[in-house]
């Protein structure tokens, strides 16, 4: 026994569960939109993450039941499941999961130990390993021409059974931003190619809702204090001034910056992914910075890059400056000399 | 309403003082013996003034203060001194310490003491008769408080009475009970400090004690400041940033921003010193944890733990004690240590009050600790470092700026006893630097005897020499031998007395936080050696020089 004998009843776990319940309103409206499909790849990476988990676990000697309940794996499941497109083969979201579990997390330490995100790493091997998996997006049924039941999803997903008669192609489509990038190369321009019924009032049909309630449950996050308003708040700002200024030159080529704000993969990024503890800056002026970082990169891979949707890479990428952000970023010490303080030493 | 300067972080944990402030405060029982460390306080231990055998006086001096940094240490009660002896302390090392044990007669009978008039007597002579009164800090610091007063022309004087640890409630209970008596101590450091302004800080979970004093303070010109219930606002220089807003430099004290800051019980000790001339005998302690009846009692000195408990009677599932606060007690390993000057509250412990904490999980860097810091510090990255052994990389992130107030792991997720990590890397880090400075003071040792036996050397072969020159020329003089025995005699004096020096300048002595006197001795003496240095360096260039000179034809 040592002082303190008192502690907070909070642990790990009780942060992850709230992280999850934050998750849930948008999970709600993703079943809506684009049908129960996402719930089963869920439940696929949270019991592929698990059993990876609990493996690597075994193998490390180290305490089971603590360690599997602390939430930590799946959260990255879930954060994983939800970027992926939800009919996805059941092997690509168990392939995602065990490279984030394994690779990601327990070969750099385990809990608390990893540099980069493992959903992100899990999403990028996923992107760069099986990109045609990856940009099989279901329409939202508001649009979908010909709609598939549950069980045909699932003959599809475990199967890789199409109902007889219709084709992958008649649910599939790219994404806003994967339309509106191939469109621009057509020398189209962006208000000719947002009059396409898949866009909406500030992105996508539904995914835009979506995004909506990932911006609720991150707000939700960052009242029970799990988050600091500082990463957020920082990505959006950065990813809206970018956005803003393309705009302002060139309104014809590049989309409003509120369309990018509900776009993709930002509302997730900004609230669930990239304010990841274990990957992020722990200063104050470092999550300004790392935030900003992502803000601009992800739009600069968007509107620039190969890729459709920058976030995940651009989470990746300032990961890998955590360490000096925050080297470089430290706050003054109570007594020492700095801003703000008059004392007359130092 | 005085503005108050929040200071960084800070957390509230369950307050439970309700418990131990139902009942007045009581006398606690005379016990049959007692046991008074001559260490009670930062500084040099006591020395002992009394045999065993002897037959001392209640306040009565048992141990002198020692030196610049310490205070004296009397008899708590009548009776005869069995034995001056190790015994077990309540310290963090759990190692025993020098102690008088005494056993009461019974009779409880005081010595002839009287009160002086403060304002007749010269500062110097006031700080003196406080130091012999044995008054020290009784916060929890036990810093002497005669070298504190020592401050001049002061501008804030800071009375701390926040007392924000969970469950004591001693300073609570002297202000409600003898706010008079405290404001009348008040004036005495004003007096010796002259302060424009004096300050009280209560915390607003006090209300009676707040009103007492408010009542007290009457014409005084003392205000009382009610400050949010937030620990660790009774830390000395989070309280003066919150009353002040002025920010005490790492390494510095008070008064280089012109604040001084004594706890309130301190200057209850100091009115009875000079008001009654009683010096330190007992302190209030409070008495609350796993117990029927907890309360407050006025406690003697010496008096042992376990026996002093009995009076709140623990309950049966008790698990042990805990002295001080639950956020920066100290567990007693062994309930005979006695209460000492700086035993503010005893905590019974048990499996249901304070259960043991959850497994500690990895770090996950959440940045709550560095949210709840109060000195700023990154506390994650101070772990880190702690538990990577990397000290130096833990110095460059202030670890010495950590108070050990225990926010840090109050808060953590994972449930890591990270105080733990810092007082071990603190420890580490104190062991390496006594160990850089004995092995340079080695070397200087060493590089000094080879210096010395060089010219030893030197001077032999000139003696020699000089002496062959001397029989050559003169077969039969003796004056010469004479001469040379008595230059080799006062040699050897020399030699002996610089030996001497050396010893005195080596032997191992306390170099942290020296007070500048100290610190200017020592530099003088560093000196002084230095000097010897060179001049011996001299002599040996001089005879290298002559023996050059000498080969020649």
């Known amino acids: 026994m040592n002082s303190p004998v008192v502690a907070e009843k909070t642990g790990v776990n009780v942060i992850m569960l709230k992280v999850l319940a934050a998750l849930l309103p948008a999970v709600a409206a993703y079943v809506y939109f684009f049908g129960p499909a996402i719930l089963v790849s869920i439940t696929l990476a949270s019991v592929a993450a698990l059993a990876t988990e609990a493996a690597v676990l075994h193998l490390r000697r180290y305490p089971l039941r603590v360690y599997l309940t602390d939430g930590s794996a799946l959260v990255t499941a879930w954060l994983l499941a939800l970027s992926i497109p939800p009919l996805a083969p059941w092997w690509l979201v168990v392939v995602g999961t065990l490279f984030a579990i394994l690779i990601a997390k327990h070969l750099y330490g385990g809990l608390g130990n990893n540099l980069f995100n493992p959903a992100m790493v899990g999403f990028a091997a996923l992107m760069i390993s099986f990109p045609s998996h990856m940009t099989h997006w279901t329409a939202p049924d508001v649009l979908a021409h010909s709609h598939w039941s549950f069980s045909q999803q699932m003959d599809f997903m475990f199967g890789g059974i199409s109902p007889a008669d219709s084709k992958l192609d008649a649910i599939t489509m790219a994404t806003p931003l994967d339309t509106l990038k191939t469109q621009l190369h057509l020398e189209r321009t962006v208000v000719d190619i947002q009059s396409s019924p898949i866009f909406s009032m500030l992105s996508g049909k539904g995914t835009e809702i979506i995004a909506l309630f990932y911006l609720l449950g991150g707000l939700y996050l960052w009242q029970q204090r799990i988050i600091s308003w500082h990463i957020p708040a920082s990505f959006l700002a950065a990813m809206f001034g970018t956005a803003g200024l393309f705009y302002l030159f060139d309104p014809a080529h590049y989309a409003s910056p509120l369309f990018h704000l509900f776009a993709g993969g930002t509302m997730l990024g900004a609230f669930f992914i990239a304010t990841d503890y274990v990957t992020s800056p722990t200063t104050p002026l470092g999550k300004l910075i790392f935030g900003a970082g992502i803000g601009v990169s992800a739009y600069i891979i968007r509107v620039l890059g190969g890729y459709p949707d920058g976030v995940a890479f651009a989470v990746l990428f300032l990961n890998s400056a955590v360490p000096l952000i925050d080297a470089y970023t430290q706050p003054r010490v109570f007594g020492h000399a700095g801003k703000w303080f008059d004392g007359r030493k130092e | ?553």
Request: charged content about 25%; some cysteine.
């Open chain 2, 1 to 553: 309403m005085r503005t108050l300067h929040p200071f960084h972080g800070g957390v509230h944990p369950p307050e439970h003082k309700i418990q131990s402030t139902q009942l007045p405060i009581a006398v606690a029982p005379l016990p049959s013996r007692l046991i008074v460390p001559l260490r009670q306080h930062n500084g040099n231990p006591a020395k002992p003034v009394v045999a065993a055998g002897d037959h001392a006086l209640k306040g009565q001096m048992i141990g002198a203060p020692e030196g610049f940094i310490s205070a004296a240490v009397h008899a708590p009660t009548s009776g005869r001194v069995v034995a001056i002896e190790m015994n077990p302390a309540p310290h963090p090392s759990g190692l025993p310490d020098l102690s008088v044990v005494m056993e009461a007669d019974g009779e409880d009978r005081w010595i002839e003491h009287q009160p002086f008039d403060y304002r007749a007597i010269a500062p110097a002579d006031l700080r003196n008769r406080l130091r012999d009164a044995g008054v020290v800090g009784l916060g929890g610091a036990v810093f002497p408080s005669h070298i504190k007063l020592d401050a001049t022309s002061l501008e804030t004087l800071v009375i701390n009475a926040a007392e924000c640890e969970p469950y004591i409630t001693c300073d609570d209970m002297l202000m409600r009970e003898r706010a008079a008596e405290v404001v009348q101590g008040i004036a005495i450091m004003q007096h010796a400090m002259g302060a424009r302004e004096v300050l009280i800080g209560i915390e607003d979970n006090k209300p009676q004690a707040i009103a007492a004093m408010q009542a007290a303070c009457q014409g005084s010109g003392f205000e009382v400041v009610v400050v949010p219930t937030l620990y660790p606002s009774g830390s000395a220089k989070q309280l003066i940033k919150l009353l002040t807003g002025k920010e005490v430099p790492s390494g510095a004290l008070g008064p280089q921003v012109g604040v001084q800051c004594f706890n309130v019980a301190t200057a209850y000790t100091i009115h009875r010193a000079v008001n009654h001339g009683e010096p330190v005998i007992s302190r209030l302690v409070t008495l609350t944890g796993n117990m029927d009846e907890p309360r407050n009692y006025e406690v003697l000195i010496g008096t042992p733990i376990g026996e002093l408990v009995k009076a709140a009677r623990p309950r049966a599932d008790t698990s042990g004690y805990l002295m001080g606060g639950p956020m920066m007690g100290l567990p007693l390993s062994d309930p005979g240590v006695p209460v000492v000057k700086a035993t503010n509250c005893v905590i019974a412990t048990s499996q249901t009050l304070f259960p043991p904490l959850p497994r500690a999980m990895p770090c996950i860097r959440c940045t709550r600790c560095a949210a709840a810091c109060p000195a700023d510090l990154q506390p994650q990255e101070l772990f880190w470092f702690a538990k990577a052994k990397n000290f130096a990389k833990a110095q460059e992130y202030k670890l010495f700026d950590c108070i050990e107030c225990g926010c840090c792991s109050y808060v953590c997720p994972s449930h890591i006893p990270l105080v733990q990590f810092y007082r071990f890397a603190k420890s580490e880090i104190q062991a390496q630097e006594r160990e850089k400075k004995a092995s340079e003071r080695a070397r200087e040792r060493h590089e000094f005897r080879e210096l010395r036996l060089e010219r030893e050397k030197q001077e032999k072969a000139a003696k020699h020499a000089a002496k062959a020159a001397q029989v050559a020329a003169k077969p039969d003089e003796e004056g010469g031998d004479e001469a040379a025995a008595a230059a080799k005699k006062a040699a050897i004096q020399a030699a002996i007395e610089r030996a001497k020096a050396k010893k005195a300048a080596v032997a191992p002595q306390n170099v942290e936080d020296l007070p500048p006197e100290a610190q200017a001795r020592i530099d003088e003496i560093d000196e002084r050696r230095a000097q010897a240095r060179e001049t011996a360096e001299q002599s040996v260039a001089v005879q290298k020089t002559d023996e050059g000179q000498g080969a020649q034809p």
